[in-house]
Nanobody, 126 residues
Framework: QVQLVESGGGLVQAGGSLRLSCAAS????????MGWFRQAPGKEREFVAG????????VYADSVKGRFTVSRDNARNTVYLQMSSLKPEDTAVYYC???????????????????WGQGTQVTVSS
């Protein structure tokens, strides 16, 4: 059974940093794209960042470019989201997602991902 478990969320002041982790189990995702999404109260889930299977292609939402960095450790079957210069508008539940298929590009729409974590809350105070 595939599981994605996020961790690292919390409360931080504006301008601060957090690193989210997403540990996968049940199968290796070293050859699959993985992404991060977020959902704020009353809003739809939106793409934040993604990393393709080789790490040669990373994609970011315009709202986080230059502030967030996605990376992965295939030996640990884990993907990370380093978030810096956090803003109150970054407050949301952050979800990790993984593509079932192999060797695909990073997609920015949630329906392209097959596995999801339970989410971790990130709250940025002003």
């Amino acid at each position: 059974q595939v599981q994605l478990v996020e961790s690292g969320g919390g409360l931080v002041q504006a301008g601060g940093s957090l690193r989210l982790s997403c540990a996968a189990s049940g199968r290796s995702f070293s050859r699959s794209a993985m992404g991060w999404f977020r959902q704020a109260p009353g809003k739809e889930r939106e793409f934040v960042a993604g990393d393709n299977w080789s790490g040669s292609s990373t994609v970011y939402a315009d709202s986080v470019k230059g502030r967030f960095t996605v990376s992965r450790d295939n030996a640990r079957n884990t993907v990370y989201l380093q978030m810096s210069s956090l803003k109150p508008e970054d407050t949301a539940v952050y979800y990790c997602a993984a593509d079932r298929a192999l060797y695909r590009m990073v997609f920015t729409t949630s329906d392209e991902y097959d596995y999801w974590g339970q989410g971790t809350q990130v709250t940025v105070s002003s």
